[in-house]
């Protein structure tokens, strides 16, 4: 079936630290893989996504890689700030459901 | 870029009351919406999916009696949680998107409070 599995949490950095999050996914098909972002309160704010094998989504400073052969997306951010500090969750659209598959989200902590 | 906007915000009232969300998509028209619960430090949990002009489809579990949905036009799908108790008490998110293959946008949430 399909599957999202992300890193757990919560994962606390210094400002201006590198940031992976790791995000595996089990899915039939070629699915489009999404980060979504949700900040105290709110809701999901979509931060990139990737439609196809060996595609970078990428924004603010985050990026993240649709890797094929090994089934990952994993987000990466080069300089984290405070603001910075939200659940990260990634998500896979498998093309056979139509229905968002979210991860279980990592909570990102970023002090001064 | 895409909005969705999600109102209300919060509500608290007590046991035995009928509450209504509203998502509306601002600025594309959404084809299919759909409807989450999100209970604190989880992950977001599918309730349904509704499709403009058609009746939701609801996930196993989610009683379609006590959760009903409608989505009348292309901009706005209601929520509206019947008899509301204690346990129902929830973060609740709605979600829209223009078409199959679109990226779908998130409303800001509802807190819903059950006294």
């Known amino acids: 079936g399909n599957s999202v599995t992300q890193m757990e949490g919560p994962v606390t950095l210094s400002e201006e630290a590198f940031l992976t999050i790791n995000c595996t996914y089990t899915a039939t098909g070629y699915p489009s893989l999404f980060w979504y972002v949700q900040y105290p309160g709110e809701g999901l704010q979509l931060l990139l996504k990737?439609?196809?094998?060996?595609d970078k989504g990428s924004n603010k400073g985050f990026e993240a890689t649709y890797r094929k052969e090994t089934t990952s997306f994993h987000l990466e951010k080069g300089s984290v700030q405070v603001s910075d500090s939200a659940v990260y969750f990634c998500?896979?659209?498998?093309?056979?459901?139509?229905?968002?598959?979210f991860g279980q989200g990592t909570t990102l902590q970023v002090k001064p | 870029g895409a909005v969705v906007s999600q109102h209300p915000s919060r509500v608290i009232c007590k046991s035995g009351t009928s509450v209504k969300i509203e998502c509306r998509s601002l600025?594309?028209?959404?084809?299919?919406m759909f409807w989450y619960r999100q209970f604190p430090k989880q992950s977001l949990m599918l309730m349904a999916t509704s499709n403009e002009g058609s009746k939701a489809t609801y996930e196993q579990g989610v009683e379609k009696d006590k959760f009903l949905i409608n989505h009348a036009s292309l901009t706005l799908s209601t929520l509206t949680v019947t008899s509301a108790h204690p346990e129902d008490s929830s973060f609740y998110i709605c979600s829209a998107r223009e078409g199959y293959n679109q990226p779908q946008h998130f409303g800001d949430g509802t807190r819903l409070s059950i006294l």
């Open positions: 990737a439609t196809k094998a060996d």
């Open positions: 600025d594309f028209q959404a084809t299919t």
């Open positions: 998500a896979l659209f498998p093309s056979n459901t139509g229905k968002l598959i």
